[in-house]
């Protein structure tokens, strides 16, 4: 799927990285538009319609989490937030308020590069689209229209929990997923505080899928945070 | 050739009577022959015109008695309210101290200084509120008459025949910074008081014909001037000090006045007073403590004590000296002291008591030499003892009785001997008698003792025998004889055996002092000093003993032994904070609140006040023997240099403690800032060449320059996060937010940071299959599993393996990582986990942060952590944690293995 000259507002009043976005990413074919303020990001958003954002939560201006809910009321665009380190508990509150991923500063271009191209790939999809009936990576198959799972050929049961789980990851590929989103997916929306279901279901996949359960490939934990299927 | 300039000291009491008087409050005394002359008038009328300049003046008392034109310049002032005391029914109006401190004016005026304050009033005279006022720093205006001045108080008796009860000490005229001579002829205030300005009529009237009279009045009006014109003679002499205007100094004469226990003791203080006021002199007061003192009432005893103290209060320095006699010690002493003017009483005693006991004021002239000695006459019965002292003569009839029957008993023998011995001999069993009963019971009854074995030698054994007639004359003489060698035994024994007392006395005494400083010396701490001080005060003094030792904030807590409790009533927590304050000793037995259930003396050290000890005994008076108090002035004086001097080594510690950290914090500093300049300084160089290089580079040597950007950058920011964390978790920012983990996956995600960081180097973990659910704080665990690979990554050689192990035991689980580095340096186990310690300075990384967080952590959940040496080289790191609490269930998923195909 072509993601030339795709546009991304950048929503951060620290000019310096700003300066270095606005050095890099026209490089890799994006279209960049700057915001000083949350004030200006919500005109920009509203003028520019814009396929993506790259929202800075300390924003001089506005909160970072109310921005999310402005953004989101706007329009459907993918949102990725920009956060420093040791903020776990507003990460989590971000993506739980409809920020597609995110980025911890300090970060190299590669980080952002490969979560700028997951979401907007995400994006890109229909409604109702499930992408291909067939998911693969590396070693693993998940066949979803069969219900199927292989490792390296070999197909490997699953109870319908775990295969729920995997579905739910593997359709988000490369994107983080909250213990609250994967327990209102898997659970339904009574266990939503229960984290440990989904961290003892996660280790039973890794147990079955992963050759070094004890150092995942595809499995990652985002401690604090969540999960995510690593895709590249 | 004579001093001409002042001498260095003499300067420096100046400068510091100078520092004292800028924090004092100024005093200005309006002062007066009589009443009725308007210095109370004149007052107002310059508080008004203070008040004119903006100064902040109250009226703290004033007495109007009833004058009109008086109370209208009180309008307009600020009056403090005063405070009402209930005294034998009736209410006193008084003024109120502590609320004129509290209001704080500029400017308070004191109407009456000699007035004496109610009974339970903090200070029993106005004059020692006026002092703790200036103390405070707040000016005072006051009014004086001339017969209250303490050292006129003899003269003015004189004159007037009037006796005033209320005085001033001198020194607080002196110490005023303006006086203002408020004079009145004689004719006119006479004319006022007829007009009824002073008093009402029918006072008025009863005051012309006492006090009031004409030729008093010409008498008072005099002492006040000269009482004026002296204190301007001495301003004059201190500008020429101040100004160094040369003249010649006198040289410097100094006044001795030796008080004993007779009445008129106080009369001979102010008599040397006014002599040394006259003179520019010092003097001092001399008391001679003879073996008799021992055998003194309490009362004559309390009298020198307070002849004593009168004269302290009147600014003479006092002395007691021990010895047998009294002449002698006298002029011993006054040479000691370069003393010019002895001061003596006129001896009251018959002549002829002087021919047989010799007289001490004869001697005293006789063996003077250069010193001249003034003999005062004295009159009895004039003395008002400051305080009355409830002390009961002891009764010494026993004794007499005693002593009588001594004799009978001597009699019994002597009759039992008389058919076998010569009546000579019968004599000696008298004397016997006598120098017993002398040892036994003094003076008095050995000398009744003399008398009865006479007159029983002479009834039982002198013929004619049971009467009191003498057949030969010659046993006259035996009589005479037989009394004298008698009375002189008598005599000789008493005196030995007072001297024996007086020496053990002083011997008990010094042996006191010793035990106390010696068990002071081995002490530490201050609750060790102040317990063994108080132990020993209690073992002496006996009654109840307590300390108030003041704190770095200066406020005072009680001390006491903990099995004799000193119950505190807490009234008198400001009598302890006055006593700190103002190195007084004040409360039951002083001057200053007599009314206290307890004495408090100050304890004062090197530097300064350190706090206050108590005493309450049983016996109200005492306290008040003056030997009491002075074995008590040295033992308040031990107890405070030993208190200061551990207050002292505790501040050393302090000190040390704090370098201490001072090093520490430098050290961490310099470790700080090299570790992040190093990387900053690889950066910028890095940058710059990209930026500035002439030649354009080679990719290769871009790509190096980028990618040493990149790792320093990586470095740099692991070290402030480092830094960050240790300053959360001791700030114990970092809430520990546990919630229940897989052990493996934490193990997982802190690997995952590691991916290409690794080399040839790899990492084998071990996990027991049923590995039980930890509760934990994920995001914590993780940066001490990040931090340990960190630390072993530096250390582990290519081509190793790096292994991870996790064990339960019982409800504990254990972990260990291990590595085959150079391991560990001996006795660096433990101090590889303290800040900023890096086994290897050299070595490039962190700041010795990593290790110290990891134990910060592990020891915030309850575990533990530890570095051993491995059997067969390289180290390991192992930490446990505690399995606490049950993890929560989870649900099964009902049946199958493999998913519903539905």
Redesign the interface.
């Known amino acids: 799927m072509p993601i030339h000259e795709a546009s991304v507002l950048i929503i951060e009043d620290e000019p310096e990285i700003r300066r270095f976005l606005r050095t890099t990413l026209p490089q890799y074919g994006y279209r960049l538009y700057e915001a000083l303020t949350g004030q200006e990001g919500l005109t920009q958003a509203a003028a520019r319609n814009p396929d993506l954002i790259l929202l800075d939560l300390g924003l001089p201006d506005l909160d970072g989490l109310d921005m999310i809910q402005r953004l989101r009321k706007l329009a459907a665009v993918p949102i990725i937030v920009l956060s420093a380190?040791?903020q776990?508990q507003i990460k989590v509150e971000a993506l739980d308020l409809g920020a597609d991923d995110y980025v911890t500063k300090?970060f190299?271009v590669n980080e952002l590069l490969a979560r700028m191209r997951v979401v907007l790939r995400h994006a890109a999809r229909a409604p109702g689209d499930t992408g291909d009936p067939v998911f693969t990576a590396g070693t693993l198959r998940v066949d979803l229209e069969r219900?199927q799972v292989f490792v390296s050929g070999k197909e490997v049961?699953?109870?319908?929990?775990?295969?729920?789980l995997l579905t739910i990851l593997v359709r988000h590929a490369g994107k983080v997923l909250t213990y609250r989103q994967l327990l209102k997916e898997v659970w339904g929306p009574l266990r939503v505080d229960?984290?440990?279901?989904v961290?003892?279901y996660?280790?039973h996949l890794?147990n079955k899928l992963e050759a070094?359960?004890?150092?995942?490939r595809y499995f990652?934990?985002?401690?604090?945070v969540g999960y995510r299927f690593r895709i590249d | 050739m004579p001093d001409r300039r002042p001498k260095p000291e003499e300067l420096l009491k100046l400068a510091q009577e100078e520092e004292a008087r800028q924090a004092r409050g100024k005093l200005k005394i309006f002062f007066g022959a009589t009443a009725g002359v308007g210095k109370t008038y004149a007052m107002l009328e310059a508080a008004h015109e203070q008040l004119e300049d903006r100064v902040d003046v109250i009226v703290g008392w004033v007495e109007t008695h009833g004058r009109t034109e008086t109370e209208a310049l009180v309008k307009g002032l600020e009056i403090l309210p005063p405070r009402l005391v209930e005294y034998q029914h009736a209410t006193l109006r008084e003024f109120d101290l502590d609320a004129a401190l509290t209001r704080r004016p500029q400017l308070i005026l004191m109407d009456e200084l000699a007035h004496t304050n109610a009974p339970g009033s903090r200070h029993p005279k106005r004059w020692q509120d006026v002092v703790e006022l200036l103390n405070a720093g707040i000016h005072v205006y006051t009014t004086v008459n001339v017969q209250h001045l303490e050292s006129l108080n003899d003269v003015v008796t004189q004159i007037t025949g009037v006796r005033i009860g209320e005085t001033v000490p001198d020194s607080v005229m002196e110490q005023a910074d303006d006086v203002e001579l408020i004079d009145l002829p004689p004719d006119d205030l006479l004319q006022r008081l007829r007009e009824g300005k002073v008093y009402v009529p029918e006072q008025a009237q009863r005051a012309i014909e006492n006090f009031f009279r004409k030729g008093n009045l010409i008498a008072l009006r005099e002492m006040a001037l000269r009482r004026t014109a002296e204190r301007v003679d001495q301003q004059m002499e201190s500008y020429r000090r101040d100004h160094a205007v040369q003249r010649t100094w006198p040289a410097a004469e100094t006044i001795m006045v030796c008080v004993n226990m007779k009445p008129r003791g106080p009369r001979l203080v102010r008599a040397a007073r006014r002599m040394a006021a006259g003179l520019h002199a010092k003097w001092l007061a001399v008391y001679v403590q003879t073996p008799r003192h021992l055998r003194l009432a309490d009362a004559d005893r309390e009298r020198v004590n307070q002849t004593l103290r009168l004269a302290e209060e009147l600014g003479a320095e006092t002395a007691t000296v021990a010895g047998e006699h009294v002449a002698q010690e006298i002029l011993a002493y006054a040479r000691s002291r370069n003393v010019t003017k002895i001061i003596i009483g006129k001896p009251v005693r018959a002549r002829w008591k002087e021919w047989v006991f010799g007289s001490v004021v004869a001697e005293l002239v006789r063996n003077s030499g250069e010193i001249d000695v003034y003999v005062i006459t004295g009159e009895a019965g004039e003395s008002r003892p400051l305080i009355t002292p409830a002390l009961a003569r002891t009764n010494r009839w026993p004794t007499y009785a005693l002593s009588t029957a001594g004799v009978v008993l001597c009699t019994a023998v002597a009759w039992l001997m008389a058919p076998y011995f010569d009546i000579a001999n019968l004599i000696m069993v008298y004397l016997l008698g006598v120098v017993v009963i002398a040892t036994r019971y003094g003076r008095g009854p050995s000398i009744l003792a003399s008398f009865l074995s006479v007159a029983a030698f002479d009834f039982f054994f002198v013929d004619p025998r049971f009467t009191f007639d003498v057949a030969a004359v010659q046993y006259l003489l035996t009589f005479a004889v037989m009394l004298a060698v008698a009375l002189l035994i008598s005599n000789f024994t008493v005196r030995a055996r007072q001297q024996a007392e007086l020496a053990r006395d002083n011997e008990r005494r010094t042996a006191l002092l010793y035990a106390l400083s010696r068990d002071l010396a081995m002490q530490r701490g201050l609750e060790n000093v102040v317990r063994v001080a108080l132990q020993h005060v209690t073992e002496i003094f006996g009654g109840q003993v307590a300390a108030f030792i003041a704190d770095a904030e200066g406020s005072l807590a009680l001390h006491h032994e903990p099995h004799r409790r000193f119950e505190f009533d807490p009234k008198e927590s400001g009598i302890v904070q006055w006593v700190f304050d103002h190195g007084e000793r004040a409360g039951a037995g002083t001057n200053t609140l007599p009314g206290a259930s307890a004495l408090y003396l100050p304890l004062i050290g090197v530097k300064g006040p350190i706090g206050v000890l108590a005493i309450r005994h049983a016996q109200k008076g005492y306290l008040l023997d003056p030997d009491q108090i002075h074995l008590l002035e040295m033992l308040t004086n031990q107890i405070a240099l030993a208190t200061g001097r551990t207050l002292l080594a505790a501040e050393a510690q302090q000190a040390h403690v704090a370098a201490e950290t001072e090093r520490t914090r430098n050290a961490i500093l310099s470790s700080v800032s090299h570790d992040l300049r190093t990387p900053l300084a690889t950066i910028t160089g890095a940058a710059s060449s990209l930026l500035e290089g002439k030649e354009p580079l080679a990719p290769t040597a871009r790509r190096e320059l980028a990618q040493a950007i990149s790792d320093e950058a990586n470095r740099l920011e692991r070290l402030v996060k480092n830094l960050l964390e240790m300053m959360r978790l001791e700030a114990g920012a970092s809430r520990l937010k546990k919630e229940w983990h897989p052990f493996e996956e934490i193990v997982g995600a802190a690997l995952g940071r590691f991916e290409g960081k690794l080399g040839d180097r790899t990492i084998e973990t071990r996990f027991p299959p049923e590995l039980p659910l930890v509760h934990l704080d994920g995001v914590l665990m993780e940066q001490v599993l990040m931090n340990l690979f960190d630390n072993t990554l530096k250390y582990a050689p290519p081509a190793t393996a790096i292994e991870l192990t996790a064990s339960v035991s019982g409800h504990t689980l254990l972990v260990e990582i291990a590595d085959r580095g150079p391991g560990i340096p001996a006795g660096d186990e433990e101090r590889i986990f303290d800040k900023f310690y890096r086994a290897d300075p050299a070595r490039e990384g962190g700041v010795g942060l990593g290790l110290t967080i990891c134990r910060g952590i592990i020891d915030a959940h309850g575990g533990r952590i530890w570095a051993e040496n491995r059997p067969g080289g390289g180290a390991v790191f192992r930490f446990t944690l505690p399995l606490e609490g049950s993890p929560p269930r989870i649900e099964p998923e009902g049946d199958g293995h493999r998913h519903a195909d539905t």
């Open positions: 380190r040791d776990e300090p190299g219900r049961s699953l109870t319908p929990i775990e295969y729920k229960e984290a440990h279901y961290r003892v996660m280790q890794r070094k359960p004890a150092h995942p990652l934990t985002e401690l604090g």
